[in-house]
């Protein structure tokens, strides 16, 4: 029989995420540190608002494009957050996660052979989702001496007659890095020379802890080039409830949202009505979640620096990105053994591209409790490396 299977997806390698949650999950006192997501509950004033849903009978579809009153609280919020105004009717999308989309905004702007710049190291789905989109990635290994942040000149060498988009993922996953207003505004003047897009992937802009989040859409001449992502998973703890949103020019989001009228028909709509009720008076919840990230993270920074294990500080996201590269080994084997040896899950910084190769990603989206444990052992762990 023929093989009836795209030549492309075979060529697309699965989550180096999943891999290690998948093994833990069947591990007896392990600990996973892999995956990015909330130990928090929904905060109960969102739940019920999708209990009376259900409970009022709010199950048929929605407009493809959202609930209007959701999309007239995501106008509301971007403007109070980041002072962008965008028109509810026709500039706000609301999709399936953030992932949704990623994917259906590569594939509404690439053309095949078109260049999508892609700093890494970052999150899993970029390069795959281009690339299925008949894009042609173009990778910035982005460097721990520039704080993990795109330069201007890393983004002046990576452009061709050929770029039409660079995507930007800030806060980081996994390395936590932020760009300030500062750098927005250096490459941002790139961006407009060269006549590029920009999809600012920003789902984890409310968790930043030392300076306030920055969209690159607020700057001067950029909404206009800009498809602004966002969501509710990480701010929320909503992120089995799948809803994100997107925010561009009317032209985008018109071709969008005809991708999703196809493949999704709408957003989930107990979701919608609660996400509504998240952002109207969420903002206490997404204050507190903040700062215990907070507390975990300087917890995880000052355990780094008593074992003397080399770590650039995050300001954004609830990742800490450890160097191993005294130890020897590819983060892939020194992952593997971590797991193997003292039950801890971390994901090696090659899952998010090969510029992460030496240093392993570790979530601090769990409690101080688990924390402390997965610390123990991993410092059992590296002592014994080192005698």
Known sequence: MRNFLSDKIQEVKPSGIRKFFDIVSEMKDAISLGVGEPDFDTPWHIREEGIYAFEKGRTFYTSNSGLKPLREEISSYIKRSQNIEYNPNDEILVTVGGSEAIDIGLRAILNDGDEVIIPQPSYVSYAPCSYLAGGKNVIIDL????????????????ITDKTKVLILPFPNNPTGAIMEREDLEKISKIIIDKDIFVMSDEIYSELTYDKKHV??????????????INGFSKAY????????????????IKQMTKIHQFAIMCAPTISQYAAVEALKNGDDDVKMMRQSYNQRRRFLLNKFREMGLKCFEPHGAFYVFPCIKEFGMTSEEFATRLLQEQKVAAVPGTAFGDSGEGYLR???AYSIEKLKTAMERLEKFINELRK
């Not at 520039?146 to 990576?158: G, I, R, S, V, Y």
């Not at 089995?240 to 985008?252: F, N, T």
């Open 143 to 158: 460097k721990e001496e520039n704080h993990f942040k795109l330069t201007p000149q890393e983004l002046e060498n990576a």
């Open 215 to 228: 969209s690159i859409a607020s700057i001067e001449g950029m909404k206009e080039r800009t498809l602004l």
């Open 237 to 252: 703890a909503m992120t089995g409830w799948r809803l994100g949103y997107a925010c561009a020019p009317s032209a985008l």
């Open 362 to 364: 570790i979530s601090y």
